[in-house]
């Protein structure tokens, strides 16, 4: 069964650092999101994007954040200047492709923010 | 606000007996609602929603719209049970943001 995926499992940076994380969601899915959680908190929505633009931000995607398809299969979030609080769980998911809007999740990429 | 509200950090029981993990959502629209699953080590799942009205793994849950509830049901737990079950609430159905409860574990006893 095709499954979402997330490179690195996890990002040591040092804080100002830029990172990239990196998803490649289910082949045929046509709607991405990346959401986050920071330890012992809630799963947090940050970005929904769709036909290669931004349908949906929350508060907390700030000018810091971006989100990139770079290609035909990889979807991206970019953290131009890391923060301390950046430190959390990012999650990557996807959804369409004929199973309705039922979202499928990756394992999780674990940023620590030094 | 829209707002998912799940009251137990930790509920624990022993095999066998009923489950029942809560689930109170705040929004003025008409949500659509999910229970995902994340066991141990691995992703999170999607267990069950609201519109389809399956049961899934013996779990079940009713939408209360009076009562702004999801509760997830299940009449006699497993040790497999055991796992991390969080509710989430969609603005809309379609193809959007989910908003997630703080979580709940679920600890099943043999």
């Known amino acids: 069964e095709p499954e979402v995926t997330q490179t690195p499992s996890h990002q040591v940076t040092q804080m100002g650092q830029e990172v990239i994380l990196r998803c490649v969601p289910i082949s045929n899915h046509l709607y991405f999101y990346w959401y986050r959680q920071i330890l012992g908190q809630k799963v947090e929505f940050l970005v929904s994007?769709?036909?290669?633009?931004?349908?949906?931000k929350s508060e907390i995607f700030d000018d810091q954040f971006s989100v990139e398809r770079p290609d035909g299969s990889n979807f991206t979030l970019k953290i131009r200047s890391t923060k301390l609080e950046d430190s959390a769980m990012y999650f990557c998911?996807?959804?369409?492709?004929?199973?309705?809007?039922?979202?499928?999740f990756g394992p999780g990429t674990r940023l620590t923010v030094l | 606000a829209q707002r998912v509200t799940q009251p137990e950090k930790l509920l624990s029981v022993f095999k066998g007996a009923p489950v029942e993990l809560k689930c109170n959502y705040s929004?003025?629209?008409?949500?659509?609602l999910f229970w995902y699953v994340q066991y141990s080590r691995q992703r999170l799942q999607l267990l069950l929603r609201?519109?389809s009205r399956e049961s899934i793994k013996g779990f079940t849950a009713d939408l209360n719209k009076g009562e702004t509830s999801f509760h997830l049901k299940k009449p006699f737990a497993q040790e497999e049970d055991s796992a991390m079950y969080y509710c989430a609430l969609s603005p809309a159905v379609g193809y959007n943001k989910l908003i997630f409860g703080a979580g709940t574990r679920l600890a099943v006893h043999p």
């Open positions: 609201h519109i």
């Open positions: 929004y003025s629209g008409s949500p659509e």
């Open positions: 994007f769709y036909n290669n633009e931004i349908s949906e």
């Open positions: 998911a996807s959804s369409g492709g004929g199973k309705g809007n039922e979202q499928f």
